[in-house]
């Protein structure tokens, strides 16, 4: 028998006792680093797994679109997530606009969560939704340069990153693979590059198209661009050089997928500079 209790859950079922005491133990180490351990039932277990991480895509489907409606509106992203993430019952992680979020996790358990819903009858709309606006984000990064160059036939497009986040060789769900495909059907050459995914993305799914260049280092996909896109915030990114860029290209056009740049300094090296709701 487990009775409730205001602070605790007091187990009184000494078999229960006996396996909660083992788990205690052999997760100690965990403990003592400040991580809590919690006891539930298997499938309290499997629905906090799947809403916990739909619950991050959810965040951040959220701030993209508030990123969205900053642009017609006149804010500032950075400055509206900065505010509301003050507010301790929100946060400031999982607050940064940008072209969404890829990987394996999120989408698999949202869509699972919106699977277990079905089972049950029962309908996460609110899920099917975080999966609907993170998908058009993907791709919102290339309408924006299609605003500033109609016509992509023939134009070079230096794309840095390609990884669904930096640290990673992971492709699964990365916008990159949207973006890209939008830049080939539109007839651009695209000269990619990402520090360990470069041949494994183009290999895995453009290994068909003439017009993707893998490039050997970050400024080699620049030469003679008319555009640089950034999908992935790799650290090596952060800090590059502007005047061997603003030398290497052949436009001035930078857009910025992850926000990752001070707009001013970017605009006062020379170049046309859009973000992401700023």
Known sequence: MIIPAKSAIIVTDKAIAIKHAALEKLYQPFVRTGKPIMFTDIKSAEIIKYASNSFLGMKISFINQVANFCELAGGNIRHVAKGIGLDSRIGPRFLQAGIGYGGSCFRKDINALIQKGKDYNFDFSILNEVEAVNERQKERLFHKLKDSIPNLKGKKVAVWGLTFKPRTDDLRDAPSIPVVSKLLESGAHVQAFDPIATHTFIDSHFRKHRKITPSKTSYDA??????????????????????????????????????????????QAGFEYIGIGI
């Open 222 to 267: 620049l030469k003679d661009a008319d555009a640089l896109l950034l999908l992935t915030e790799w650290d090596e990114f952060r800090t590059v050089d502007l005047k061997k860029i603003k030398k290497l290209m052949k436009g001035n056009l930078v857009l910025d997928g992850r926000n990752i740049y001070d707009p001013n300094v970017i605009r």
